[in-house]
């Protein structure tokens, strides 16, 4: 008698893998690679699989391909689009690339690094720094994501000002295909101009088009000087204007610079107090900036200290502070990177991840907010993020006392809509840096150009035929 094709796979793959590394909802709890981050949707998956090596990943690919079960892979799943997880069936197998966390090779002469995709990004951070160098990307969940899902993301933080999104980190990568070939691309050249850029295709794709194993990624020195400061600003419009007075006197210092509105701060100053949140109390928003220098902390402080006198002269800044020191800086950057987490303590909320043209932002809060506050009496908007690079992290609260879970359930679609619909007016991105998923799929061919959008399902159905790399997220 003849096994079940699901169980058939199921020893297959124990037998690629062990049986300690072939996880299921029988033996042991799967919540952990199952749910979302945010605990909105959980799925079910055949199977939890985790190899040790990328040979063991085309072992696994292979042997689904084969049984045509679709695979999901998955790094520190601490995605917010829903990218990451298995549906609710039951028959696709979860692939976790945290087992695959080694540092390769640093090679310090052409200022590359090489890491396996379940590098955690602070540990890649900190075997940068420990061999004298900056790995520049940064953000919130820096302690639990990989450079797998940074890379599968294409993820920003809060330095794209000054050093681009991952994909501008990123020289080469070695990526398991759909058929389970290992495409050897981790090259450490800066320039190679043999035809498409393959590595681009995949970085951003969220493990669609192939599931990427590890990566070799830029370099900086490290700098000899980095200041933090925080400014009140009056208005959205002053935020933009500081932002250019930064550029022109900062130049390639200007590494970050963040834009706070009141009610973001306000909450973490509720579930936060510890932190001290400054200046918040008596302007519409705050900014925080970081400036790296190549030469000395005095120059530094010289320059960000010019850029702050002629923001007085001019009236966009009202206040400021600039840290005395690193544990001042980090207590800032905190408070920034605690909004998210001082939101989920005030309850569900509807999250937007936008992109404007950086002169339109202005124009933009004040349209969209007006349109919202007409809408849903008492919402509130937790406007915060990456003004430096025209990423704003566009979130939507209930109004206070409110069933959250019941403004989800009545709101979330006409709210998407609405600040979708304002994006396209603009000329934005719905997703500027946390990607599609399963979340946006539905939305894409309403703000995606159709000739760009049908040349992306000609590209999945050509590396991927049968439709078995993380179906149903980015592309249909």
């Not at 320039?191 to 990566?215: C, P, Q, V, W």
């Not at 760009?452 to 980015?474: H, T």
Request: some cysteine.
């Amino acid at each position: 008698m003849s096994q079940p094709p699901s169980l058939a796979l199921l020893n297959t793959l124990r037998q690629l893998l062990g049986d300690a590394h072939v996880l299921t909802s029988d033996q042991t709890d799967l919540s952990s690679y199952e749910q979302d981050w945010r605990k909105r949707i959980r799925g079910k998956a055949l199977a939890v699989v985790r190899p040790a090596n990328t040979q063991q990943v085309a072992n696994v690919i292979k042997a689904c391909a084969q049984a045509q079960v679709s695979i999901v892979p998955q790094g520190g799943n601490t995605g917010l689009v829903v990218g990451s997880i298995p549906d609710d069936s039951g028959a696709q197998v979860l692939l976790s690339l945290q087992r695959m966390h080694a540092v390769r090779a640093i090679d310090t002469d052409n200022l590359t690094i090489t890491v396996e995709a379940g590098c955690v990004l602070q540990h890649l951070q900190h075997a940068a720094e420990q061999a004298g160098f900056l790995f520049p990307l940064s953000l919130g969940a820096e302690g639990s994501c990989t450079i797998g899902g940074n890379l599968a993301t294409n993820a920003g933080g809060t330095q794209v000002v000054r050093y681009g999104n991952t994909r501008d980190l990123c020289l080469g990568l070695e990526v398991v295909t759909a058929n389970g070939e290992v495409w050897h691309g981790l090259s450490g050249l800066r320039k190679d101009n043999t035809g498409y850029d393959l590595r681009n295709l995949m970085i951003g794709s969220e493990g669609t088009l192939g599931i990427i194993t590890a990566a070799t990624l830029k370099l900086f020195p490290m700098p000899a000087a980095q200041l933090t400061a925080w400014a009140a600003v009056p208005s959205v419009e002053a935020a933009v204007q500081l932002l250019g007075l930064a550029h022109q006197h900062l130049g390639a210092g200007l590494t970050g610079f963040e834009m706070m509105g009141q009610f973001a701060l306000s909450l973490v100053d509720k579930h936060y107090p510890q932190l001290r949140v400054p200046l918040w109390q008596d302007t519409p928003y705050c900014v925080l900036l970081e400036n790296s220098d190549s030469e000395s902390e005095t120059h530094a402080r010289a320059r960000f200290e010019h850029v702050l006198e002629l923001a007085f002269n001019e009236g966009c800044v009202s206040d400021a502070i600039v840290a005395e020191n690193l544990g001042q800086a980090r207590n800032l950057w905190h408070i920034r990177e605690s909004i998210t987490l001082a939101q989920a303590d005030e309850g569900l909320n509807i999250k937007h991840d936008i992109s404007i043209p950086i002169s339109s932002i202005p124009d933009f809060v004040a349209q969209t907010d007006a349109r919202l506050k007409q809408q849903i009496p008492g919402v509130r908007l937790v406007n915060f993020g990456h003004l430096g690079d025209g990423n704003l992290h566009y979130n939507v609260q209930a109004p206070e006392g409110g069933d959250t879970a019941a403004f989800l359930r009545v709101h979330e679609v006409a709210v998407n809509t609405c600040v979708y619909q304002s994006v396209k007016q603009f000329g934005g991105s719905i997703s500027a840096e946390h990607g599609v998923g399963s979340m946006k799929v539905d939305s894409l061919p309403d703000y995606k150009d159709p000739v760009a959008l049908q040349m992306m399902q000609q590209i999945k159905r050509a590396l991927d035929p049968q439709g078995l790399f993380n179906p149903g997220r980015v592309v249909r």
